[in-house]
């Protein structure tokens, strides 16, 4: 009877595990912290984008296991392209060692591994207006992947 009770347990645990370990970085938001400037009109948009600092924050926003909405707060120049860290579900890292150090022992580690969708700009968003801007990302991307 304990042994059927184990193997229940684990086939109730094991999938719970698969999916908190396949989608935690996947990326659902992005947003770029931009100077006042760069907010007049598109062309001082385009130009900052352009010549980006590697100190232009962006925010992601990442699911937790429970959905909770987990805020990792990077620079441009924290980021690096990731080649097969964790099952190729993460194409960019940052170095988490400093957060880390500040933060409470109960407090969850800073998240390390995002794994942000290429190639979906091409789709509509339930046809409402909004800040969104797919091209900005491209170029952080580039500039990330250029280094």
Not at 37 to 65: I, Q, Y
Not at 90 to 101: H, K, P, S
Not at 121 to 142: H, M
């Amino acid at each position: 009877m304990r042994g059927i009770l184990v193997k229940v347990a684990m086939a109730g645990i094991a999938p719970i595990l698969f999916i908190s370990y396949t989608t935690a970085p996947l990326v659902t938001h992005i947003h770029v912290h931009l100077p006042t400037g760069a907010r007049a009109s598109r062309a001082l948009l385009e130009r900052f984008v352009a010549a980006m600092p590697a100190s232009t924050r962006l925010t992601f926003t990442t699911m937790s296991l429970i959905g909770k909405p987990r805020y990792s707060s990077v620079t441009v120049g924290d980021l690096r392209p990731a080649q097969g860290r964790r099952l190729g579900l993460v194409n960019y890292v940052r170095d988490t060692g400093d957060e880390n150090a500040t933060r409470k022992w109960y407090m969850y580690r800073a998240v390390g591994g995002f794994y942000v969708q290429e190639g979906l700009e091409k789709g509509k968003r339930y046809g409402r207006k909004g800040k969104v801007d797919g091209w900005i990302w491209d170029a952080v991307r580039e500039k990330v992947s250029g280094r």
